[in-house]
């Protein structure tokens, strides 16, 4: 009994308020995941089983669904702990950067590489709090730097900004070969 008891604590003392949200979230999930399956899947007639095109995503989502389900029993059977809200809170909050790469990659075809990632290299240093002038222009040099290395080293090709339409000739096609 004494060990049952100890893992209990163990569990307890690594255990995060917020993962019965998490279960029932992955729980739903998959389920959709599984509903979905005979949509998205083919089935061969006379083909072996384990040549089915259904035959492994069904394994892996019938997996995920029943771990999701034991997951779920597990957090509903253990004790509350305060701040469950406080993490799911945490959790949407990294959302936010994945908006950051949305507006990123929607306003380079318009500023162009090199402008808009300075830019955000800028407003996302800002955004995390600093504030000095040596972290602000660190930045900025990174941000020149990963554009150099990708366009001009590594030649990565990447649409020119329709800004870039408003200058010179000369100084466009340099700005839409190298930055």
Not at 61 to 89: C, P, Q, Y
């Amino acid at each position: 009994m004494s060990r049952i008891k100890t893992l209990q604590n163990l569990f307890k003392r690594y255990r995060r308020p917020g993962d019965i949200v998490f279960a029932w979230l992955f729980l739903a999930f998959s389920v959709f995941l599984l509903a979905h399956l005979a949509d998205q899947t083919a089935y061969r007639p006379g083909a072996k089983l384990f040549a089915q095109p259904r035959f492994w995503p069904a394994v892996s989502l019938i997996g995920m669904t029943v771990f999701a389900a034991l997951h779920l029993m597990g957090s509903i059977l253990s004790e509350r702990i305060d701040g469950r809200w406080r993490e799911v809170v945490l959790w949407a909050s990294a959302i936010e950067f994945a908006l950051w790469f949305v507006a990123y990659a929607f306003a380079v075809p318009y500023l162009g590489y090199l402008p808009t990632t300075v830019l955000f290299a800028l407003l996302l240093v800002l955004r995390m709090g600093y504030r000095s002038r040596v972290i602000l222009i660190g930045a900025g040099v990174a941000a020149i730097s990963i554009v150099l290395l990708f366009k001009t080293f590594l030649q990565v090709k990447l649409p020119g900004g329709q800004i870039y339409e408003a200058l010179p000739d000369g100084l466009r096609q340099i700005m839409l070969t190298y930055f």
